[in-house]
């Protein structure tokens, strides 16, 4: 599980970005936290659903993504507690940082 922080939709540029801060160490680094970006590229048959009482603060974690193959191609379930989201992707660029985190969680 990890503090969701932003959720972007491109339709430009058909992605779907989502930052994110990591409590635990990675390997290779000393730092506590991380800021974690995956940016899901070429996108399609993206599907978001939200239940009809809905509450922000019930999305606020990341708690899972799945990956299956259907047919060649990608698809990515992604469970943000009250949102589910799936769709599927052409490319996934990952992008890590170390943060200081304070104990409110995030990054400052």
Do not use: W
């Amino acid at each position: 599980m990890a503090d969701l922080e932003d959720l972007t939709i491109s339709p430009r540029r058909s992605t779907l970005t989502i930052r994110f801060v990591y409590f635990g160490k990675l390997r290779g680094s000393d730092a506590e936290s991380h800021v974690v970006e995956l940016e899901f590229g070429g996108i399609r048959n993206l599907k978001m659903e939200l239940p009809a009482d809905y509450e922000p603060r019930a999305a606020e974690t990341l708690e899972d993504i799945a990956h299956r193959e259907v047919s060649g191609q990608s698809y990515f379930d992604i469970d943000m507690g009250d949102v589910k989201c799936t769709l599927a992707a052409e490319t996934l660029t990952l992008r890590v940082s170390d943060v200081d985190c304070p104990k409110d969680g995030h990054p400052s």
